[in-house]
């Protein structure tokens, strides 16, 4: 699976942005068997889960409680798509956000960095105050 994620920028504190990470997948395993996720590293700090979302189309979420009411995690099975929705941006979301794929995770381990087989390259969001 090769993912490519978009949308970072640079906004101002309170501003929205969307993410958007798009799968290649190879052939004979769809998308939509692999639980997606998002995770972000600031600069001098280690990887931190932010959200991630189960493999149906009637999705079970998790959320960092860092993030919980203020980003939505979802995804489009039929453009192998998962969107990171981050509104009431504040400073500290300033981070590198990568999207991760897994084929194999389990309800207990979707905030587990090791539990995701596949990384994006990632895209630097940047909010000022």
């Known amino acids: 699976v090769q993912l490519q994620a978009s949308g970072g920028g640079l906004v101002q504190a309170g501003g929205s942005l969307r993410l958007s990470c798009v799968a290649s997948v190879a052939s004979g395993r769809a998308f939509s068997t692999y639980v997606m996720a998002w995770f972000r590293q600031a600069q001098g700090k280690e990887r931190e889960f932010v959200a991630s979302i189960s493999r149906r189309a009637s999705s079970y979420t998790y959320y960092n409680d860092s993030v919980k009411g203020r980003f939505t995690i979802s995804r489009d099975n039929a453009k192998d798509t998962v969107y990171l929705q981050m509104n009431s941006l504040k400073p500290e979301d300033t981070a590198v956000y990568s999207c991760?794929?897994?084929?194999?995770?389990?309800?207990?381990?979707?905030?587990?960095?090791?539990?995701?087989?596949?990384w994006g390259q990632g895209t630097q969001v940047t909010v000022s105050s």
């Open positions: 991760a794929a897994g084929a194999t995770v389990i309800m207990s381990s979707m905030n587990q960095e090791n539990a995701y087989q596949y």
